[in-house]
């Protein structure tokens, strides 16, 4: 039976303090200093002001910061808790639980990225600010998905966090031979092609969001199907 709607906004704050862990202005904190830091220093290096394709970088760290320890630390939070057999014991929400949280994790993501996507927009660069947060979504939730299923395989919260930044870092090295591939995970849309090259972007850049939306669907589901065997977790 799905809870009334009255009790919605109660259950989305329930749900993010169990996703932050009560760290929530933690990591709010972490990801605008690391934000300010890398604007900071290419403000420093550079002579011109950055455009739409240097500021999607800047955005993309502080995302991807924010998910990291939330996908990691969530199962095991629950474990430590034991609450793992309670949450699959009630009925009809052996899902759900974990799909809305991971939700609220995106939903807060995408809040926290409009508003330092707001402060570029007028501080600056020129960009539609729910363009830029729409494209930074398909990485920040793929790795969000991939660090749920990370966790269900090593059921430590120090294992799946480990995992994602090795996971992080090797895409990022990949990142600049993968310049432009639809198969780039950090693929960015917004750098600047002549009209040839834009539109063989426009279709990669088709493709590419289509992959990652697909890994995150496959990557949320493999995790829930193993957290079918929860004697495992408990």
Known sequence: MTPPLGSAPAFLRYSARQVFAGRFAWFLGLAVALFLLIAVIHTAEEKVPPGPDVVYYFLLVPGVVLVIYPSAYALQSEVDAGMVETLFGIPDYRYKVWLAR?????????????????????????????????????PVAFLAGAGFLAATFTRSGNGAAAVLVLLVLALWITAQPLEGSRWNVFYNPFDLLDE???????????????????????????????????????
């Open 102 to 138: 991971h939700a609220v994790l995106l939903l807060a993501a995408a809040a926290v990225l409009s508003g330092l996507a707001l402060f570029c927009r007028f501080a600056l660069a020129d960009f539609a600010v729910h363009e830029m947060v729409f494209h930074l979504l398909f």
């Open 196 to 234: 040839v090259e834009g539109l063989v972007r426009s279709g990669n850049t088709f493709h590419n969001r289509a992959y990652l939306l697909a890994g995150s669907v496959l990557a949320v589901l493999g995790g829930l199907l193993r957290l079918q065997r929860r004697e495992r977790f408990v």
